[in-house]
Structure formats: C-alpha cells, structure tokens
C-alpha cells in the first residue's frame, strides 16, 4: 500500500478497515483487530490496517517505534494463537514526522480465522466475535481455487470414515471457546465443514482424513511413520525393533511420543561432588520437535512414503517426504524466522492439539536441548525429494 493510500485510512474515522491503537499495551485487542481484518466479512477483498501510534481520531499518540515493538507485531502471525495464519506484513512509516508501525492484514483465503477459539469480525463500527449465520458466511467463502492440499476432498471418503466422538470431546473443546461451544446451534457436520475436515458438499478433506480417520492410510497412503531401530551404525547391520505408527493424527503423535521415550537410555555421570548426574542420550524434546516437524512439513501428495525414523548406536535419522516449500529453501533452511507450511491447516490441528506450542521455532528448540544435554550439533540434509535430520548420540 502506498503512503497516500494508508494516510487515507488513518483519516477516515468511519472506515472499517481500520484499527487504531496508541500502543501495544493492549495486544489483545490487536490481535482481536488482526482476526477480524483477516476475516473480512463485509469482503472488501482488500487489506485491513492496524496503526500502533495513533490515536483514536488519528493523530499521533508520540509512541516510540522501536525494533522491539515492529518485532512483537510481527510474532502475531506465527505464535500460534491466530489460525489459520494470517497474511500479515508489519512496517515503520512516518507521516508528518509521526511515526508508526503499520500492521497490513490482507483477507485469508481460508476463512473462519480465529484467535483463541473464537472468530472475530468487523463490520463498520463493530467488532465481536462472529455469529451462526456470519461464521457460515465465512465458510462459503473459501476460494476453492487456491486450496492447499490438506483442504482437497478425499473422493473415495464419507463421513463414517471419520470418528466422531474423537472431533466431539477431543478436538472441538480444544478448538473452539467454551462459551462459544455452549451457545453452539450447529450440527457435527456444519462444525465439521467450520474446521475444514468436510467441504461443503459434505466430502472428508485430507486434513480430515488425517486428523479424524480411524485409518487415514486409506485415503492417504503414506501417512504413517516407519520406526527401525538398529543395532549398529550402518543401515545394513541388524534390526532389533520395527513398527509402523499409524492412526489418526493425535494417536499417531501419542505413540509416536511413547516409541521415542522408550527408545532412550539414560547414564550417570559423576558430577561436582557426590553429586551424580544422569543424562539421556538424547533429550527427549528435541526427538519430538524433529518428529513432529517431520510429520507436520512432510508433503502428503504424490508419495507413498512415510516419515522415517531410523534409530541407530550412534545417531537417529528423521526423514520428511519432500523438499523444503514457499520461502524456505535449501540455503535458508533451519535459518530463525525463516518458515513455511505446505500443509497449513495440519499445523494448525496439531497446535490444537497441544504438539505445537509456537509455531517456527521447532528446529531452533531441538538445538537448544541438544546443546544442552552435550550432543553433537543437529545437522540435516536437504533434498528436493525429502529432509534428513540426523541427531548424534551424546557421549
């Protein structure tokens, strides 16, 4: 947006693209502003702006426009607590010598977008959480013609194919606000279409087969992951354990989880003193943060091939089905702020789901506990065909 195009909106007190705010003490109303312009419900099909140094008529509130500030604006787009992720750029811009920092909101290709479970809207002066008839509004709008492969519909699947007490005490109290579920009117099937596990004509997604599916290999072949572990360092020395973790997403990730835990062995070492310390070989959040990377970035389309991990004497090997995807590329990979989602509304399951806490910071916490517990710093291999992280065993 050019600066004569954003004076114009800081001006014009009657606009509802608009969101003004003379700081960031209050970030909840930002983000409540950010949900709603991102969901775009009169569909201006245009950006929605969030000043952070202005005043409600517009003039300048004086407010030092930090890096520390454009950088806390900027984490509102992948800490998790806005999905599906908003399309959000964040600038310092100057306007009769009063600075600003200008949060640019452009319409989600995915709607409903919702902060904390619950889905804001704006329409002129009002800002509150969405209605029945609006968030179905919302619904109807997705554009079909740029859905990511997790929203395509699975053609051979009908919804007996989906448990449903598992999306009904499971997912749904973890997604939606209870009092927003309590004042809930909809059927399982137009909840279901909500969180994007069934189209509008009422076909399983892929994400729906992945989450809900009681055997999402049926619809998705590779979606699995093959477990090895080896009694040795080569790939052709003896296996002594071999598993296929398979199920709907929160049981795959919670075996997935107990296969890992299991696999570790822990050894004393003499500390300071008569102090003892113990140390695993491996942390154990580190194996979940590439695990759950492997499992939430790995590509589903055209592939049978499952995640792959490979336990040996010295080493444990992740491989992720396909290469890096959007901005991340192999010269950038596992660079900080530096992210991607081929499957953006898998990731959002799985931080419903409490396997993501943040989004983005994955590899970066998988380092820190890795230096922490003295291993060999996290390597990878980066492919066009596939991810290959490798964790060293601490001595």
Sequence with gaps: MTDADLLALLRDLESDRVERKASMADT?????????????????????VVFVGAADDGSCAHCPIDDALLKNLTSIRSDGNIVPFPMLTVQKRVFGGCELAVAIVNPSYFPPVRYHGRTWIRVEPRRGIATLEEELRLTERRRAGDLPFDLHPVASARLEDLDLTLFERT?????????????????????????RFLTREGLPTVLGALVLARDPTRFVPGAYVQFLR??????????????????????????????????????????????????????????????????????????????????????????????????????????????????????????????????????????????????????????????????????
Aim: charge should be negative.
């Design 28 to 48: 909840d109303k930002i983000r409540q502003a950010i949900c709603a312009f991102a969901n775009d419900l009169p569909d201006h099909g245009a950006p929605g």
């Design 171 to 195: 997912y749904l109290p973890a997604a939606v606000a209870p009092d927003v579920l309590e004042r809930n009117g909809r059927s399982c099937t137009e909840q279901l279409a909500s969180h």
């Design 230 to 395: 080896i009694d040795g360092t080569s790939l052709t020395d003896p296996i002594t354990d071999q598993r296929e973790i398979s199920g709907s997403l929160p049981d795959m990730l919670r075996v997935l989880d107990e296969t890992l835990g299991v696999n570790l062995s822990v050894a004393s070492d003499p500390g300071i003193g008569a102090v003892e310390v113990r140390r695993p070989d491996y942390p154990l959040v580190a194996l979940q943060q590439l695990a759950r990377n492997a499992v939430l970035h790995r590509r589903y389309e055209g592939t049978t091939a499952p995640v792959r991990i490979t336990w040996l004497r010295d080493r444990v090997e992740i491989l992720s089905p396909g290469g890096p995807f959007g901005q991340v590329n192999k010269d950038n990979f596992g660079r900080p702020g530096i992210t991607d989602y081929r499957n953006p509304h898998v990731a959002e399951a799985m931080k419903v789901l409490g396997y993501v806490q943040r989004f983005g910071v994955g590899i970066a916490l998988a380092r820190k506990e890795l230096e922490q517990n003295a291993n060999p710093p996290l390597t990878f291999h980066v492919e066009d065909t596939h991810v290959l992280a490798i964790a060293r065993r601490a001595e």
